[in-house]
């Protein structure tokens, strides 16, 4: 974490203690609230799914490319994704230029395991030919405007991002790959969904804002799948949780998710959709 | 890793029989600008702009501290800047790292902000200018440095002039105003040029291709033509953005 | 480099009828441990560590000066923590830098440690951490936790509680404890979890793959017992070293 | 730019201006006047190619090295070439060993560019296997000592190295390349000048020498080509330039380029040179 | 070197000096006296092969893997191997984490010349296609407790790791490679031990401590082949030494290489061995 | 990325009926060495050396500040070294970035320089050396060495005495002096040794390959040799330099 932040603010501490002890927030929020939720599909029409999602003043952009490439040899069959994560200087006064740091990482990783553990790729779909080559995912999320809780916002920008991000289809043809000029959708399948809660004193919050962050004592992120299955979890932050703080925020987590999901895109109809076409065969 | 080519294929005249350029455009027609100034709530000053498909984002933050200290100069702040496009900018997918090519420009645009600068006023200090190109359709260094001159506007940098900026390109013999990438890539030349424009002073001038020096010439009087268009609606964004600030305040 | 393929192959059954896991272990059954103190002669704490076929060792250096001095606290310690897996601990090699795998468990295992260290009591100095996996079979950051713990301890730190760490899985529907490599691969879901057992506080928790919320729930209950277990061998351990040293101290 | 040149001596300003307005410069050239300049060919026997350049005090040293590589996806039917400059750690007490820096990458840039733009290399000629196999041309330029216009220096050095360099010839037989022991030129057909003014107050001087540099206001380079035609332009440093000053500058490149062309060795014969023997076709 | 390290502790070089006149050492060894060594074998069994050393109290650890890979261009019908050593941030306060500093450099370097110039590893065993597929088998090594002399310590655990290797047998068919599930030892046909000794004054030490090796004012390393032949020498640290010095220094380390050897594993019975089967050929 | 192999290749013998070597040498004979002092003007002390077809450029800063400080020593200078090839100076290019061979070769010039100059006289300061191979053909380490310490005389640093380095190799079972890339290629040995002549120390010692004892001994008795005479065409050409620069100074 940068160093200005772990200046932690003591009276503001006690300030939001002393709200939070009466159920308020600074912003007004309840404390199972969100801030409003802007979603903005397709913000960047050369990448094959794009989204910038607003989180109160937090701005996450997340962008999809898919290229050609060569599967991991445990999984031949399969497709591959990866997520990078980055902070840019823009988005605080804090951030650096360079490479992602921990925290950055972090929010990738667990952007990373929420869609691998749900399994809302179907990578079995972007296998062309096993073996030696398939579709590999990147996914690319920056947060261009730090305001507290850049994983849901990033999480969220993924996810929306993934669900309308169109793919040419390919035809192969005795081992030779051509690329069509046919756009398909991603086989997306399933829309898992971050949800990030803080704890101040005794309290739990939903959504903290970057003030809240700076005093909190930790932090849970409960990711939640389309059948109110959890699919990642990730404390974070020096500080503990007891074991009723985490079954609290599992069941929160589903709550909120299923709230927040009505903000995506409905998942793609894929039911019909060839995304290779083996010729000849 | 891949070998999957995407580009743009070559039309058969990227100038048609009228003058017409293959978006409509007349020779020494500018793309649709669109400038919001103010628009992150963490920078000192930020500027969106749309140039075309082009889409930037910049932000400053300063004058402030500068880590580690020795860096600092005792008669003036220093300027940082940093030009970065994210990997989904463009059609092939760019790796998130600084390229060689963003290591230069990031240079030759700090160069082109510095004259404007009062820089004299904050010893001790850095400014730092952020841009961001979320989408890229040629022009991005040009479209970076219009976009941060405003930020620096935006965060009260106290500045000799505005400094904007537009390329000119050479398509099938003849000079275009503000190429686009389709016109980059298959066009004959690319003169990117950035001024003060109330001073007459360049700040940024680069070239490729093969010009004459009757040509270079020209190009250089329609970029200036091209630069006061964009001067303007760099003022008219910022003017807006003071005339919003001063409703809100007497509203309340 | 390499297109070979290693890696154990699954078999018909990971749970047998008689609720037998391919080691041999009950569902609800931890590995073997073995635990030693204070086996590296330069750290200021130290502790070896099997866990089945994990092999783990922990050092501790400080509380120590910090280079470069700015990043100290006035009014505490710093943690940090490295957690790295040699190139030959996994049975494909592994290349010696760091991957992003191990910076964020790095991450996650210092905050896990953190809060049971009386920071404020060491302001402006460091307290570093270690842990290098030897070799590698499933639950490693949990094994690195608990080794590290002992290893603080060792160092004569000032804790709150020691941390002991356990995973849970989801193997063929069940959960499990201790999962191992061959269990982690092909089961449904990981859940590693690290408490200071006595105060009863969550310090780590990670989770992937699917469970509901009632298998949630029942893997948080599964791993406090596994925690109980470990946090009974360290203390074991911690005071078999302070006994050696008190037998060692009497003879002479 | 290294720190101790960031202290511009002022007193050495006030002087070298007082001289400019007078139409002299501390070294005694005139205004548009080149310090000596020597090309030495070949100096490194095991590369393809090698030049060493000086500029007065000023050295650098450029080699050329072929290697086979595969091409650009969007250029199937072309080799490939790389310019990379590096500034020596004993080339000046400023300099610090490293991966280049802006500076060194800006020279390379800027080389490249005129290399590129004016097709000095025929890259149609280096393609072996379309999209598969092609030559791929490295030219490393370092600078050995730095007294001011590292980027003529440069410049010079590259297209020197290229145009007298060799490459072997290969045969293509049934999709198999085999490396001859024969050696052709490379196919080498402009040879772009780079010409580096400063701006110093109100004047421009060519070939600033390094105390010069270190109390310039602006810098220009225009690299002009065999037809007299500019191929690349580098504004560089803070400072500002006229349209005038541009118009000036431009028009004493061209007519420095034509000049200081004499010195470099003449285009090599290519016009029956065979770089690919395409056997059994 | 590390910082806190270049601190001489002038008193201690005193009191050393002063008992290596009378032919004594701190820990109460001969001059020529190896601390005890323990060497255990396979500690990681999912390695190929691994050894943990222990001299006193340095304990350095190897494994060994194998890997497919491309022979180097220069030797198609050799396969290839590389040594990685780290001194890891626990071995000592001094050492930091990051990638190998120039002191990991050179003991990897130096052992890596002891394997190579003895020929211990029989390269031409490990091709399984000329020019495209052999075996790579890649040597790390890791400083666990550094108290002097992690030379020796790398260099015995390494061959100690690589005599005891196991590796698959394959199956070429038609330029098709298999893994076999049988295993067979790395052929290992030679035995390198590297011995390293301190100048201290004008006395020779041989296998120094950590603080023998503070005070030292030059270290030399010999390492020795199987047949009393030197195979790798190395001077280090600034210091110098006299002609008879050396020559001491070679004949001490034939003697106590033949020591050392003994605690090693015999060299592999692999007449018959049989690495790669050719199968339909 | 290439797979183009660019090797000498091997001749039939390396030594004739006659003991002649491939490029004329008799077996105890030097290459042709030209040393030129302060060919540089930007450095303290310089200078060019070609070894048969080596060529080496040396430079050397300082005694001068050291930044960051806090890596100076309070009683005597440090020395620093850098050996680089630039990437042209072999038949396969090398890419520029330092490969571990060159980090080792800078570490172990740098102790072979060390002995030879006076720290002591500098505390708080590092004194800079600097070798660029520009083209290599054996044996660089050593001609790096010669003219480093050359270039170490030229800029005035106080030394106990110059240091002069020569390879002895052993080739188709003898020993030969001064092995050029060939004979270091398909020799049995390469044996780089550097030494203060004028008090017999020997300063850098390193060897690969097999030798015998006695083989070795004898290896370090035809080095000697060698280095006596590269020490004297050092000597010589710093003779040269100050008569060049005395009879300048008469003349003016």
Known sequence: MPRSEEIIPKIKRQQIMSMLAKGERLDGRRLDEYRPISIELGVVEKAEGSAMVRLGNTISIAGVKVELGKPYPDTPDEGAFIVNAEFLPLASPTFEPGPPDESAIEVARVVDRGIRSSGAIDLKKLCILPGEKVWVVYIDVYVLNHDGNMMDASGLATIAALLIAKMPKVAVKEGKVTILDEWVPLPVVNRPVPVTMAKIGEKIVVDPSLDEELVMDCRITVTIDESDRICAVQKGIGGSLTVDDVKYASKLAVEKAKEIRKALPPLPSIEDVEWIVKEGQ | ?252
Chains 1, 4, 5 share one sequence.
Not at chain 2, 47 to 55: A, D, F, V
Not at chain 2, 95 to 113: C, F, G, H, M, Q
Not at chain 2, 223 to 232: F, S, T
């Open chain 2, 1 to 252: 890793m891949s070998q999957l080519v995407r580009k743009v294929e070559r039309p058969p005249r990227l100038i048609d029989e009228e003058g017409r350029r293959a978006d409509g455009r007349k020779v020494d027609e500018l793309r649709r600008i669109k400038i919001e100034v103010g628009v992150l709530k963490n920078a000192d000053g930020s500027c969106y702009l749309e140039q075309g498909r082009n889409k930037i984002m910049a932000a400053v933050y300063g004058p402030r501290e500068l880590h580690p200290r020795h860096l600092a100069m005792p008669d003036r702040a220093i300027l940082r800047c940093r030009y970065h496009m994210v990997p989904f900018s463009v059609l092939e997918r760019k790796s998130p790292a600084p390229t060689r090519r963003e290591i230069e420009l990031s240079k030759v645009i700090r160069e082109a902000l510095e004259p404007a600068i009062f820089l004299e006023y904050f010893p001790r200090t850095t400014i730092d200018v952020f841009i961001e190109v979320i989408q890229a359709d040629g022009g991005t260094r040009c479209a970076g440095i219009t976009a941060a001159a405003v930020a620096l506007a935006d965060a009260g940098i106290p500045m000799r002039d505005l400094v904007a900026a537009i390329a000119v390109g050479k398509v099938e013999g003849q000079l275009v105003l503000d190429p686009m990438d389709l016109e980059d890539r298959y066009g004959e030349a690319d003169m990117p040029v950035a001024m003060m424009p109330s001073l007459g002073k360049i700040t940024l001038l680069q070239a490729d291709g093969l010009m004459t020096l009757e040509e270079f010439e020209k190009a250089l009087e329609l970029a200036m033509r091209g630069i006061k268009e964009i001067y303007n609606k760099q003022k008219e964004a910022l003017r807006e953005k003071y005339l919003a600030i001063k409703r809100e305040v007497e509203v309340t």
